[in-house]
């Protein structure tokens, strides 16, 4: 393998970074049929109390909990794809299973319920396999003047997942029927299952190859054949212990509560406090969405100016991001008691989703530099802890938020004054994060650029290369 001049190896091409990307459109794609439409489908067409969506989500997520057990598999074993393809795998499947739970509950709620039980736990666990090896191959082989860069490309491509598998899928859904809910979603399933497939072959084998010309790229003594594996029980104790892993489980619980509770209720808001009717309130996600991918976007274009590594610094971004998060919400909480008519709702909304993409980049490109910060060969045991604490803050959230939301409308009587509470509480939890982020202090992951201008980088490479 070609070295860089400065003797790196050059680790994942950008081709194979892609690649990923596509696995990581293909798992969103399927999960947010489950977790939107199927939604939908449950609450207006079926009648059913939002709770029990929410309680399947949060369920989903509670099962990831099982992260770290996969995230130590992938670690021991002699490759990290059968991971995201087996996962993948379980996850379509439970994805289909999800469809035809809410077809059922149509005619038979007890046997519905039954099914959606075990499409959910496929779901957790098709997630929580295949994201955790994912993010763990990535930190394992991009180069650290990538991850950022690979971290922005990576979520991106998983929104774009996200927005393109609503507009095609909700144009097949119509006329809706559940015949035809369980088939498109059987479609999304196996077309999902098969790009991730055909895009994660071969780019391990490769990144190995790589490893075995450089081995400073990535310590493989605890993967190969023959070698002792150390017990979970000990994996985990070892990485717990480490720091700055522990500091960063403890910022990504605190980010990702105050992140998600907003999640089911900021429709319910713009219907109760705004007066806006199903389908605009609607639209809100999809401008909330569009706001971090601009925010994501943004962020990239920043850190790929030259001169620009200290304005890219990924813990500064965290910071940054949680702190506009924070005045947000609390923009957001002020807006219940101005009124529909003088707030710009969009436009706060928008804000909201720039603020947390920006957050979120920087978050996932922390993650990616810090799971290769300590013992080598645990990569995939310290994503899949984060993992975990991403999981439970995600279903703790959504439970928090509607919880908060019932108990204060029934006290006060007034639904303004209960999602002024709840985006309050999240402003002040956004305040924390940001705290524990500046805590955690600068490492050298911290300066990596959120983004390199590839020209720039490709022609390092070929200097290197030459001399």
């Given at each position: 393998m070609a070295l860089a001049g400065n003797g790196q190896a050059r680790g994942l091409s950008w081709v194979d970074i892609v690649r990923m990307g596509l696995v990581q459109t293909a798992l969103g794609a399927i999960v947010v049929i489950t977790t939107s439409t199927l939604n939908r489908v449950m609450i207006v067409e079926l009648g059913l109390l939002a709770m029990l969506p929410a309680g399947l989500v949060a369920y989903h997520y509670a099962v990831q909990m099982t992260r770290t057990r996969w995230g130590y598999g992938s670690d021991m074993g002699r490759s990290r794809t059968p991971w995201i393809v087996g996962g993948m795998f379980v996850l379509g499947f439970g994805g289909w299973l999800a469809a035809v739970a809410t077809a059922v509950m149509s005619v038979s709620f007890g046997w519905g319920l039954a099914i959606a039980l075990v499409a959910f736990l496929l779901i957790g666990l098709g997630v929580g396999a295949a994201g955790t090896s994912l993010l763990a191959l990535l930190a394992t082989y991009v180069t650290p003047g990538r991850r950022a860069a690979a971290a922005s490309t990576v979520w991106i491509m998983m929104i774009?997942?996200?927005?393109?598998?609503?507009?095609?899928?909700?144009?097949?859904?119509?006329?809706?029927?559940?015949?035809?809910?369980?088939?498109?979603?059987?479609?999304?399933?196996?077309?999902?299952?098969?790009v991730a497939t055909l895009a994660i072959m071969g780019v391990e084998r490769r990144a190995m190859a790589h490893a075995a010309d450089a081995p400073s790229l990535v310590d493989q003594s605890d993967r190969t054949e023959g070698a002792e594996k150390p017990p979970f029980r000990e994996v985990l104790a070892e990485v717990w212990a480490e720091p700055k892993a522990r500091a960063f489980s403890i910022f990504v619980f605190v980010s990702m509560l105050a992140y998600s509770m907003q999640d089911l209720i900021l429709e319910p808001f713009a219907g109760h406090v705004f007066n806006l009717p199903p389908g605009e309130s609607t639209q809100l996600s999809g401008v909330h969405h569009g706001g971090a991918l601009a925010g994501m976007i943004g962020v990239a274009l920043i850190g790929s100016l030259r001169g620009g590594s200290r304005v890219g610094a990924l813990r500064l971004w965290a910071i940054g991001g949680c702190l506009a998060s924070a005045l947000a919400f609390a923009a957001l909480a002020a807006s219940n008691f101005v009124g529909?008519?003088?707030?710009?709702?969009?436009?706060?909304?928008?804000?909201?989703?720039?603020?947390?993409?920006?957050?979120?980049?920087?978050?996932?490109?922390?993650?990616?530099?810090?799971?290769?910060?300590?013992?080598?060969?645990?990569?995939?045991?310290?994503?899949?802890?984060?993992g975990a604490a991403q999981a439970i803050a995600f279903g703790l959230g959504i439970v928090l938020g509607s919880a908060v939301v019932d108990a204060a409308r029934y006290l006060s009587g007034e639904p303004h004054i209960a999602y002024a509470i709840v985006f309050t509480l999240e402003g002040a939890l956004f305040v924390l994060a940001a705290a524990l982020a500046a805590r955690m202090g600068s490492t050298e992951h911290d300066q990596t650029r959120v983004a390199q201008p590839l020209a720039g980088e490709a022609l390092m490479?070929?200097?290197?290369g030459a001399r």
């Open positions: 774009l997942g996200f927005v393109v598998t609503t507009i095609i899928a909700g144009q097949f859904l119509d006329p809706f029927s559940y015949t035809r809910l369980v088939v498109v979603s059987g479609a999304v399933s196996v077309i999902a299952f098969t529909p008519e003088a707030w710009p709702l969009e436009a706060s909304v928008f804000a909201l989703g720039l603020a947390n993409g920006a957050f979120a980049v920087a978050a996932i490109g922390s993650m990616m530099g810090l799971a290769g910060a300590g013992r080598p060969g645990r990569e995939g045991t310290r994503m899949g802890l984060w490479e070929m200097e290197g």
